[in-house]
């Protein structure tokens, strides 16, 4: 077996330096992300034609040192395998028509993983192309994230249309949560099968919720997927990423089985160092707008972010994704910043 360092970090072998990739590394910062996006009808299409998606998976790799492709897909591909209507309007996000407590039993769980065949093409794809010490990250969004987008029908800032649906409809909105935790299960150990070698649970609104409801919502829910996929997949290494979990961050790691814990930009480095288990490895954690920046205060935080994890399992990258405003000259940058000190 050829060792793939970000894999290897994952399962918590500590590196000399760490590897690095970049969330949302496929994206509108490249100019020849803009280009292929431009040859598909609309984003979603994009996501479901695996030549265009591996094309776009693979285009950071061919610019940057990094350690990992990520498949090129959205959180959203399941509500839209699901049945529910999923649109992405220019400059708005996504936009999708939102279910109520009545119309969650129309959801048709049963022909998601079929409608979503295409994503597992691109990850066949992406396992045939890759070199082999890099690794193939998977992903799907958390049950509780996922269901904000469902609820909402639009991103929010403070998610109040689902944290009021999950208070005021608990039985429906537990129908929810198993519909989604029981599709995530099944996408994922698809995607192992295709070829992933690691997956993310992306959590990102994982905040503004109080403890109970974040153990409920956040918690339970990724437990629930972590043990499933391992059912099937025994040891499936699986990297949580619960932005803006602050004081649960600890507990969140340790009930939910992760082995990799990423965090966001708002999480203190004392914190993460002095407060989680120092075998669990860490991934994170820079603010992507000092990417923006750029200059010395980014290669500044960049040391600052290594030294703090250099005793334990850590993968460098941001504490968000990468904006569209990015600087591609900040991103070699950051990566040669990282890989050479
Ligand atoms: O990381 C990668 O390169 C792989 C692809 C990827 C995308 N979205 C492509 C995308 C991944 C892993 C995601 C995850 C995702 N999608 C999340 C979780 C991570 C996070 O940022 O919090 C969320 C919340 C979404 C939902 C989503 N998709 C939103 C809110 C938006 C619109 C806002 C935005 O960032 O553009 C999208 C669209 C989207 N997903 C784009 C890309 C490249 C831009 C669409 C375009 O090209 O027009």
Redesign the pocket.
Known sequence: MIHKPLLATVLGERQARPPVW???????YLPE??ET?AKAKN?LD??YTPELAIE??LQ?LRRFDLDAA???????VIPDALGQKVA?E?G???VLEAISETSIDRLQPERALEHLAPVLETLRGLKAALAPDKTL?G?C?SPW?VAT?MIGGR?STDQAAARLFATRHPEAFAALMDILVETSINYLVAQFAAGADVV?L?E??ALNLDDEAFDERVIGPNKRIVEGVRAKVPNAPIIG?P?GAAGNLARYAAETGVNALGLDYATPLDFAAGNLPDTLAVQGNLDPLRLVAGGSQMDERIDRIVDAFSDRPHIFNLG?????ETPIENVARLINRVKNG
């Open positions: 970049i969330m949302r590394q496929a994206g509108r992300y803009r996006r984003f994009l996501c776009v998976s950071p990520i498949m090129f897909s959205d959180i959203l992405f220019q708005e996000g996504p990250i992903f969004g994230t987008y991103g993310q992306f990102s609104w990423f932005r968000h994704g990468i904006v569209p």
